[in-house]
């Protein structure tokens, strides 16, 4: 049988000692960062197969919505876990002893906080628990900043027409380009030579890796400036474990 994570909250009458209502909330934080690396496994899979004997779109596309489930997985995890943390600031200052102002403050910021970008949530939090601030051009900020961007161009997919000039500067596939070069280790060996950056060439394995572990690394981070264990216990990081990237010589 499944064990699932949950929060509950019990409310009694103190003078008969009875439960009277009773809440219970569920947490799904470890689900999608599971089904990310589970997805990135996948196209690994393909990829360490492949050659150009067995090209054909279906085996593109298969490979494809691995990467894709696994970047938008990935970033559902880190939505999942700031959420939770702040619906469960109550049990959390009370095991952890926080200011009690903190816990109000962090009840207060929870309804403007819904409505705000992904990010920006982390930053508020980690403001109000330890008065600090991430460093936005270093890592893991940097990862993880790119990673929801990349997130957003999926999502909010726009075809657009790539020129030459100046103008080219300013596509989405150029500033994708300039975001995640560097951070991916190895581009889709499944695409041809001089395909566009984004989204042919970024969308391979290398790329669901970085945001598996990007995202991870971030939360971490996260919770250790706030004081704070992972939401991720060992066992749950070693069964994240991803292959290496095979890189050629």
Known sequence: MTDYPISANIYTDHSKIEITSLEVSHKLSFSHIKAAAHFAKLSYDIEDKYDDSQ????????????????????????????????????????????????TQKMNEEWDKERSLQLIIKYERALCIVKSESFDRGAEPYQSAASLIFLRNALIHYKPEWIGTGESYNKTLNE?????????????????????????????????????????????????????????LNQDDQLSLKLPEIKLAP
């Open 55 to 102: 090209d054909s779109s279906e085996l593109f596309e298969k490979h494809r919505s691995y990467v894709i489930g696994s970047i938008i997985t990935a970033v559902c995890y880190l939505e999942a876990t700031i959420n939770e943390l702040f619906t469960d600031v109550e049990d959390i200052s009370r095991s952890n002893e926080w200011n009690p102002d903190v």
């Open 175 to 231: 500033k994708l380009r300039q975001k995640l070069e560097k951070k991916i280790k190895k581009l889709n060996p499944m695409t041809r030579e001089g395909s566009l950056f984004f989204p042919h060439q970024c969308l391979g394995y290398g790329c669901a890796k970085w945001a598996v572990e990007s995202s991870v690394k971030f939360s971490d981070e996260f919770f250790y400036k706030i004081g704070l264990p992972s939401n």
